[in-house]
């Protein structure tokens, strides 16, 4: 028997007020995630550039959203530690 855990898709994603992100998920729950704490590890200390980080977008078919090839983050982390949008 599976027990892996699904979570909603990434519908939206844009850039918000102090390196947050505003995801927005395919059951209509939108979500604030903070960026800040992820600053400290590579390759993620590349997304204190302004220009880089508002570049991010939903990956095909919502699995996440991506800045680059090797920098993204998955629709679990996002589900599991974005704060819902009040």
Same mark, same amino acid.
């Given at each position: 028997?599976?027990?892996?855990?699904? #979570?909603?898709?990434?519908?939206?994603?844009?850039?918000? &007020?102090?390196?947050? @992100? @505003?995801?927005? /998920?395919?059951?209509?729950?939108?979500?604030?995630?903070?960026?800040?704490?992820? /600053? $400290?590890?590579?390759? %993620? !200390? &590349? @997304?204190?550039?302004?220009? @880089? %980080?508002?570049?991010? !977008?939903?990956?095909?078919?919502? #699995?996440?959203?991506?800045?680059? *090839?090797? +920098? $993204?983050?998955? &629709?679990?982390?996002?589900? &599991?530690?974005?704060? +819902? *949008?009040?």
């Amino acid at each position: 028997m599976s027990t892996t855990k699904t #979570y909603p898709k990434v519908t939206s994603v844009r850039p918000a &007020e102090g390196k947050c @992100l @505003l995801v927005t /998920f395919d059951n209509a729950v939108r979500k604030v995630y903070d960026c800040k704490p992820l /600053f $400290d590890t590579p390759p %993620f !200390h &590349e @997304l204190k550039d302004d220009w @880089l %980080f508002k570049t991010v !977008h939903p990956d095909p078919g919502g #699995y996440g959203v991506s800045w680059t *090839d090797d +920098i $993204d983050l998955s &629709e679990s982390e996002l589900w &599991e530690h974005g704060v +819902i *949008d009040q």
